[in-house]
């Protein structure tokens, strides 16, 4: 019989039947996606009482003026597309620098201010450094809250191709870098196939991003929300980074830059023009190294994309 007093064992982990019920239970949660301790307490942040008064102060606030913002800065639709003049959204509209005022860490900004602020925010940075910094900063993606490290970019600024995934995974949280898991381990061998490296400088080097740059608890997909507001950033990035040719990787990427609706299966080795800002751009979309790790086979769609990704390379130096 045990000799502490009652109550002072909650969770039973005194015995053996208690420690594996424990057991078991963490294994639930990491299959459910839940990898990380964040307090020793759990939130229920749907339950009023527990989400704190700035929040819905923030909530309760009136909107911004629709009459103050310059029309350049409506909220577009949550899936973004190339807009009538074949521009990327929040590419080629004016911002200025902010971030959603009053909004604590982690805290939900509402969805139109975090989301405008997002693209001014993105817009004042002349510099991807800047960009980073200023990123680093932006408290508007309730994202950061939850991610160990920002994840920006990996590679070489000013390579002639970018490649862009969804979001960063485990190891790339740990990192702070994208692509440094198991897929980016395939994604170099497959950069390495067609004579590039992420890290050599000049034409054979590559940049390497995620349109979101915060690893979503439990690898999820991102939300709508999240996306949009992350998106000015990338954006700018794309502008700021200037490569001659955009690889999406995966059908999230290709559907948030490209524009397409369509699945990755049609979307994939087809050559789109993009407008960064800059300058128009070509952007093709290929299978995500993840799905490619699940589906082996694929590997040779995938390896008659990245044929064609040379031969613009080369083309482009001719
Ligand atoms: N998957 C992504 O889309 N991005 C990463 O950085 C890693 C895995």
Redo the contacts with the bound molecule.
């Keep these: 019989m045990s000799a502490d007093p009652p109550g002072s064992d909650p969770a039973g982990l005194a015995t053996a039947t208690g420690r594996a019920a424990a057991r078991d239970l963490l294994a639930f949660y990491l299959e459910a996606g839940v990898d990380a301790l964040l307090a020793e307490e759990p939130v229920d942040r749907l339950r009023p009482e527990e989400v704190p008064e700035q929040v819905f102060a923030q909530a309760r606030a009136p909107a911004p003026a629709r009459e103050a913002a310059p029309p350049t800065l409506r909220t577009p639709a949550v899936r973004p597309a190339l807009d009538r003049g074949g521009n990327l959204p929040g590419m080629s509209t004016a911002h200025g620098p902010g971030a959603p005022a009053g909004s604590p860490a982690g805290a939900p900004a509402a969805p139109e201010e975090a989301v405008m602020a997002a693209r001014e925010a993105a817009r004042s940075a002349a510099t991807l450094d800047e960009l980073a910094a200023i990123l680093a900063r932006f408290e508007g993606c309730a994202l950061k809250a939850t991610a160990t490290r920002l ?1 920006f970019a990996d590679g070489t600024p000013g390579a002639p191709v970018m490649f862009v ?5 485990r ?2 949280d740990i990192e702070g870098l ?4 198991r ?2 381990k395939l994604l170099d061998r497959m950069m390495a196939a067609i004579g590039l490296d992420r890290h050599a400088p000049g034409d054979n080097g590559a940049y390497i991003a ?1 349109v979101v740059p915060w690893r979503p608890p439990g690898n999820r997909t991102p939300t709508p929300l999240e996306t949009q507001t992350c998106l000015p950033f990338v954006l700018r990035q794309i502008e700021l980074a200037d490569p001659d040719i955009l690889v999406c ?2 059908a999230p ?1 290709a559907q948030t830059l490209i524009g397409t609706k369509e699945g990755i299966m049609r979307t994939r080795g087809r050559w789109f023009t993009i407008h960064t800002g800059k300058r128009e751009i070509r952007a093709i979309a290929t299978l ?3 799905y490619l790790l699940r589906q082996p086979l694929a590997k040779r769609l995938a390896w008659r994309d990245f044929l064609a990704v040379k031969a613009a390379l080369a083309e482009r130096t001719r």
């Design positions: 994840c995934g969804e979001a960063p995974g190891d790339e994208p692509f440094v898991g897929s980016g995620n990787l995966g990427a995500h190294p993840a």
